[in-house]
């Protein structure tokens, strides 16, 4: 009776075994031309390129069948540090190379050669909000500022109310959601409150949201949840996430700017690059600043680290192909239908383009 | 069989298959230690250097390390704590009711669903946690923050969304009632049944029964099993993570939106971004964890030799 | 008859009737009812049914104990009060219990399908296709695989440490071990995978590695306290007088400890690994390290990444594209999986225990 039981259960085993090893029905498909490349890339990095990436790599590997691409959402810093120890092929990070990790070694790369950042990912950051009764909100960065440092925390505070005459916003506490892990979101959204309203916001740039004041919350899946779901909330998450939520206009200049795609791609391009890097490196200083009611100045730029010279040719031959689709329109419409990314504008395709041909 | 049979025992010590059994039981035992030897070398390596660095360049820019890690450690022990102080009762009341109240039939499957709980895994709790548990306790923190405000622990103002320290310990509540309760009910299913029938015998109510025969007994069992869920409580990442609010703060408030973190969920959400000196701070905060739940359990192991009596293998 | 009342009466005058506790709790529940309906109509607000539950169980908590006190005496009556409150405790219990196994069993059978057992995710993007709407097979396997290496690895481990540390342990090695032992329970999960990740890009050289294997022994190290903890606990609990009659008998001490004393603590040596299993089966972080993040199928522990399935939750939940929705049915599905999984593993466990352990009375 045991036995009999035991065995049953070792023939169901198998079966499952059996089951369980056929192979995914979708990685049947065969196909692709004489020419295609083979091999396997891994990379690692910003959770914001993250679903641009699932885009770019599906389309990537349905053309190449024989490769295989890994991008790992781990973090921007983890993705750095992985690509300088050689740990993967090509890394993702919204913040370009710092001067000290230039100065160091890259473990991929041939020695000697440096490391390039590639802007591939240009995202706007919205100010969503759910406030009960107003569809629109007009708010410049001081008032930003007040808002998310915790000086200003009612609604019905005179500085909110002065911008925004026609609607009824309600005298109500506000509920500011920032994010509660280190992220390149927060870095750019301090970057640009650091820079625009200087006089409230006395904290410097930083992954690290500096006050602790207001709700946190983990990831923009996080933020976004924590907006819709609590009331009288306002929160900053890649504008591809804000759905149905309403989204705040900044200010810039004299008038007042939506985000689009074409106004973050716009201030991207309209920005000097860093100083002191090779020619190569398109490191971009994002103009927060700017009076150009075409730009929508709070913008992410995440790049695609890549050795200027692989140590391994054939590694180097994937990866240029790979940044090649990816720079290229194609890939940059791809992300833009399916993670809400604003194509990078002709002008800095083009930069983008004859840099990616030199790499080796 | 007279004299010769005296020497019988030693003849026994001598026995391959024994003495293969012990050592690689003893191998085991060894094995672990080594184990967790080379971590807390790794640890302890690790976490050298922000020990060692100029406090300024530690993330948020402490005067000191102890600054830096004092909320963290703070709301590790406290969320772990709180976690504790609900699920401790519910537990044993849950085990009693399926070993000494349900009827047999019902006990069985009652037990069953309890592992089932356990069988929901972290990142499920989590979800569960800031989708359904959050928005539902919300107007009750409200409720609590307008009439008891004047009580330190509910001090306004209210968190908007409910994400708090206290739906985050309801959450971990949640999570080690299983693995109590699993424990316990089996540590009273053991009582010997010759205590429970003289206790009833001498015109014990049931309770009575149990105060007197079964919790005695399983004393060493319910402290031993409050540890294994403290220890998971106190090194639980996903759940804190997703779910709880943080602010570099030391407060008691139960119901704010500014919240002291805890440890293993700082870790989880700001290590994928730390890079030089913040990852050995990150690390740093890991060997505080392992020193605090050192100290949690020492203060158990105490505990629990203090009642060695109870055990059957003494 | 008037004989007989005086006989039943000596027996039963100081109990209540079987029918009170009952009449009480519904009574307590409709005066809650009342009062709660009262008020939402009064200030118009919501009806608040969780209160009405909750304090109408406070209310009859009350009364029973009250009423036992004043006709049964007061040692009944803390009876009652303790029998009541252990129900409670039963009836809080399974409300965060009912509520999470309703909402992943409503939000992951929308696509609890066919294709989700038998596709991965590689070259999905947001609701793929008619065809391809992308699955979890990769991760299913990645799961079974690495949970089932830890699991290999450390019962034996875990459970000959615990038969060390019960039958032969004396001294300061047994008390450095248990010692030991309980430290080990509070390694945070993501520094386990951080020391794997550590331990074998030194072993092998490779700064970048990412394998399924060293996921698993970042698991075991987590699996590993909480069985010898557990096991040793059950060991505790047999009863010297089977050893001794065991030995008195001539058996060897390890065969009275393989077929006397695991066979009678069987039961609670599964329960515990069953909860071990648990434990690790859900654990995000560490695999994200060195396991590493895949969305293209991988049957080999020791070469490639490996997907498992509470990352594959949690990337689908965290990382979705600009159409969140097929995301998270997909994470809500997986997550379904992985309690599937679990519960057939516990009940393996329990035909093992079943099987092996000695029919006793209870």
Redesign the interface.
């Known amino acids: 009776m045991n036995s009999l039981r035991v065995s049953r259960l070792a023939a169901l085993a198998v079966v499952g075994v059996v089951l369980l090893s056929s192979c995914a029905a979708n990685e049947m498909q065969d196909g692709g031309g004489a020419e295609s490349l083979s091999g396997e890339l891994n990379g690692s990095g910003a959770?914001s390129q993250g679903s641009a990436s699932d885009v770019w790599i599906a389309a990537f590997q349905t053309a190449n069948p024989r490769v295989t691409i890994n991008y790992s959402p781990?973090?921007?810093?983890?993705g750095?540090?992985a690509f300088i120890s050689g740990g993967v092929a090509y890394a993702g990070s919204d913040s370009s190379l710092s001067s000290e990790e230039l100065a160091g070694d890259f473990a991929a790369c041939i020695p000697g050669t440096k490391a390039i950042d590639i802007p591939v990912y240009i995202s706007p950051i919205a100010l969503i909000f759910n406030i009960e009764g107003v569809a629109a909100l007009k708010l410049d960065p001081a008032a930003i500022a007040g808002i998310f440092s915790g000086t200003i925390t009612m609604w019905s505070d005179p500085a909110i109310t002065a911008l925004n005459p026609d609607a009824e916003l309600p005298h109500a506490?506000i509920?500011a959601?920032h994010r509660?892990?280190?992220?390149?979101t927060t870095k750019n959204f301090t970057d640009y409150l650091a820079r625009t309203a200087p006089e409230v916001w006395d904290a410097p740039a930083a992954?690290?949201f500096?006050y602790?004041?207001?709700?946190?919350?983990?990831g923009t899946s996080?933020v976004v949840?924590?907006v819709t779901?609590?009331?009288?909330?306002i929160g900053y998450a890649d504008a591809s996430r804000a759905g149905g939520l309403g989204v705040a206009s900044l200010k810039v200049g004299d008038s007042y700017v939506d985000y689009s795609a074409a106004a973050a791609a716009q201030v991207v391009t309209g920005s000097p690059l860093v100083d002191g890097r090779s020619a190569n490196d398109i490191a971009i200083a994002l103009d927060r600043t700017t009076t150009d009611p075409t730009h929508y100045p709070l913008v992410l730029v995440s790049y695609l680290i890549v050795c200027q010279e692989y140590a391994n040719p054939e590694t180097g031959a994937l990866v240029k192909a790979y940044a090649k689709y990816v720079a290229s329109p194609a890939g940059q419409a791809e992300a833009a239908k399916s993670a809400g990314a604003a194509p990078l504008s002709a002008e800095l395709s083009a930069k983008v383009a004859t840099v990616i041909e030199s790499i080796r | 069989m007279t004299s010769p049979a005296a020497s019988a025992p030693v003849k026994?010590r001598s026995?391959p298959?024994?003495r293969?059994?012990?050592s690689?039981?003893?191998?085991?035992?060894?094995?672990?230690?080594t184990?967790?030897g080379?971590?807390a070398v790794?640890?302890i390596a690790?976490s050298l250097p922000a020990f060692l660095v100029d406090p300024a360049e530690l993330?948020?820019a402490p005067t000191s390390f102890w600054e830096y890690v004092a909320p963290l450690a703070f709301g590790t022990v406290w969320a772990a704590a709180l976690a504790l102080l609900m699920a401790l009762?519910?537990?044993?009341?849950?085990a009693?009711?399926i070993s000494h109240?349900s009827p047999?039939r019902i006990a069985q499957t009652?037990g069953?669903?309890?592992?089932?709980?356990?069988?929901?895994?972290?990142?499920?709790?989590g979800?569960?946690g800031?989708?359904?548990?959050?928005?539902f306790v919300q107007p009750f923190y409200a409720w609590l923050v307008a009439n008891l405000g004047w009580i330190p622990l509910f001090a306004p103002?209210v968190?908007?969304?409910g994400?708090t320290i206290l739906t985050v310990a309801?959450v971990l509540a949640?999570m080690i009632?299983?693995?109590i309760?699993?424990?316990c009910r089996?540590?009273f299913?053991?009582t010997?049944?010759l205590h429970e029938e003289a206790a009833l015998a001498l015109g014990a109510?049931?309770?009575?029964m149990?105060q007197t025969a079964v919790i005695p007994f399983g004393m060493p069992?319910i402290i031993?099993?409050s540890?294994?869920g403290l220890?998971?409580a106190?090194?639980e990442?996903?759940v804190v993570?997703?779910v709880?609010?943080?602010?570099?703060?030391i407060n008691f408030v139960l119901t704010g939106?500014?919240n002291p973190?805890t440890?293993?969920g700082n870790?989880?959400?700001?290590?994928?971004?730390?890079?030089g000196v913040?990852?050995n701070a990150l690390?740093a905060t890991?060997l505080i964890?392992?020193v605090?739940?050192?100290l949690?359990?020492?203060a158990?192991?105490v505990l629990i030799n203090r009642r060695k009596a109870f055990?059957?293998?003494? | 008859m008037t004989v007989t009342t005086g006989i039943v009466n000596s027996l039963t005058s100081a109990r209540l009737p079987k029918w009170v506790p009952w009449a009480l709790l519904a009574g307590s529940w409709a005066v809650l009812a009342v009062v709660y309906g009262i008020l939402a109509a009064g200030s118009g607000g919501d009806y608040n049914i969780v209160a009405v539950i909750f304090l109408g169980t406070v209310l009859f908590d009350v009364l029973l104990v009250t009423t036992s006190y004043l006709v049964e005496g007061s040692?009944?009556a803390?009876?009652r009060l303790?029998?009541s409150?252990?129900?409670?405790?039963?009836v809080?219990?399974?409300l965060?219990?009912v509520?999470?196994?309703f909402?992943?069993v409503v939000d992951g059978w929308k696509r609890f399908d066919i294709a989700f057992f038998t596709q991965s995710m590689r070259n999905i993007v947001g609701a793929g296709t008619e065809q391809f709407p992308g699955g979890a097979l990769h991760a299913i396997v990645g799961t079974l695989e690495i949970t089932g290496m830890a699991t290999l690895i450390s019962v034996?481990?875990?459970?000959?440490?615990a038969?060390?540390?019960?039958?032969?342990?004396r001294g300061h090695?047994?008390r450095?071990?248990?010692?030991?032992?309980?430290?080990?329970?509070?390694?945070?999960?993501?520094?386990?995978g951080?020391?794997a990740f550590?331990?074998f890009a030194l072993v092998f050289n490779d700064p970048g590695i990412r394998f399924g294997f060293g996921g698993a022994i970042a698991l075991t190290?987590l699996m590993?306290?909480?069985v010898?903890?557990?096991s040793e606990?059950?060991?505790?609990?047999?009863?010297?007088e089977l050893?001794e009659a065991s030995f008195a008998l001539?058996v060897?001490?390890?065969?009275t400890?393989v077929k006397v004393v695991i066979p009678t603590s069987i039961?609670?040596i599964t329960?515990?690994v069953?909860?071990a299993i648990?434990?690790v089966?859900?654990?995000?972080?560490p695999l994200l390290i060195i396991a590493g993040f895949t969305s293209s199928m991988n049957y080999d522990l020791f070469s490639g990444r490996m997907m498992a399935?509470?990352l594959f939750?949690?990337t689908q939940?965290a990382n979705p594209g600009t159409d969140v929705q097929p995301y998270l049915d997909r994470?809500?599905a997986a997550?379904l999986t992985?309690?599937l999984i679990?519960?057939l593993?516990?009940l393996v466990a329990?035909l093992v225990a079943r099987i092996f352990s000695p029919k006793l009375?209870?």
């Not at chain 1, 509660?180 to 390149?184: F, L, N, P």
Request: aromatic share 8%.
């Open positions: 959770s781990d973090g921007s810093g983890a750095r540090k506490p509920t959601v509660s892990d280190d992220s390149g992954d690290t500096p602790t004041g207001g709700e946190a919350a983990q996080g949840g924590a779901n609590g009331h009288n909330t | 026994t026995r298959a024994d293969v059994f012990a690689s039981a003893l191998a085991a035992g060894i094995l672990i230690l184990a967790l080379a971590v790794f640890l690790q993330p948020t009762p519910v537990s044993i009341g849950i009693l009711f109240y047999r009652l069953y669903i309890v592992d089932l709980l356990a069988a929901v895994p972290s990142v499920v709790f979800l569960w800031i989708t359904v548990l959050a928005p103002p968190s908007g969304t994400r309801i949640v009632l299983p693995i309760t699993a424990v089996e540590v299913l053991q010997p049944v109510t049931r309770w009575e149990i069992g031993s099993a540890m294994l220890g998971r106190l090194g990442t996903m993570a997703m709880l609010s943080p602010a570099l703060v939106s500014a973190p440890i293993a870790i989880a959400l700001n290590f994928p971004e730390a890079h913040g990852v690390i890991g964890l392992f605090i739940t050192l949690v359990n020492s158990a192991r055990s059957g293998a003494n | 040692r009944k803390r009876d303790v029998t409150l252990v129900a409670t405790a039963f809080i219990a399974m965060p219990l509520s999470l196994v909402t992943v034996p481990v875990g459970l000959l440490a038969i060390y540390l019960v039958e032969y342990g090695l047994s450095a071990i248990t010692f030991f032992v309980d430290v080990m329970t509070g390694i945070p999960s993501i520094v386990a951080l020391f550590a331990l190290l590993v306290p909480t010898v903890r557990s606990e059950m060991l505790k609990l047999v009863p010297n050893r001539g060897p001490k390890w065969l400890i039961a609670g329960t515990g069953t909860l648990a434990r089966i859900g654990e995000t972080a399935l509470p939750v949690y939940y994470a809500w997550a992985l309690i679990v519960m593993l516990n329990r009375g209870r």
